[in-house]
């Protein structure tokens, strides 16, 4: 995962890396479409209520894509090739995303104290990421 300085970064997806974004106007797009905001999905996104629904989480995919420079046609498109097979992978690549997006500098910070040997890093991957990881094992 690559990441930019503007809160983009790139993620495979469809089996290319695909830049993503999500701008403003992005997450408008989003809230205007639901009934229910971006830090509902957020919430949902790291185990704070109910599980997202597998509609919100490729519509918010595909929205970044469109920020990342897709146009909506071929990011719906895409989105929309995908198996359900790949629901799950685009379950953590929305987290990751939601995350860079409300909390970019977290990413850098967090390198810097994992070079350092930080153990809050490293309690808060087990507290989240582990938990989502074992998920994706008993999936599979």
Same mark, same amino acid.
């Given at each position: ?41 957020? #919430?949902? +996104?790291?185990? &704070?209520?109910? =599980?997202?629904?597998?509609?919100? !989480?490729?519509? %918010?995919? *595909? ?22 097979? #790949?629901? +799950?992978?685009? &379950?953590?690549? =929305?987290?990751?995303?939601?995350? !860079?997006?409300? %909390?970019? *500098? ?35």
């Amino acid at each position: 995962m690559a990441i930019s300085g503007t809160g983009a970064y790139e993620e495979e997806i469809g089996g290319e890396s695909r830049r993503l974004l999500l701008r403003n106007a992005e997450i408008e797009r989003f809230e205007q479409q639901y009934d229910f905001g971006v830090f509902q999905l957020f #919430d949902q +996104l790291f185990g &704070r209520g109910d =599980a997202p629904k597998v509609s919100h !989480v490729r519509d %918010i995919v *595909a929205l970044a894509l469109v920020g990342g420079g897709m146009t909506d046609r071929a990011a719906d498109a895409l989105i929309a090739s995908l198996p359900p097979s #790949d629901n +799950l992978s685009l &379950r953590l690549t =929305a987290q990751r995303l939601l995350g !860079v997006t409300f %909390i970019p *500098a977290a990413l850098v910070d967090g390198d810097k104290k994992k070079a350092a040997g930080s153990r809050v890093k490293k309690s808060i991957e087990k507290s989240g990421t582990m938990q989502v990881s074992a998920l994706k094992t008993s999936v599979e």
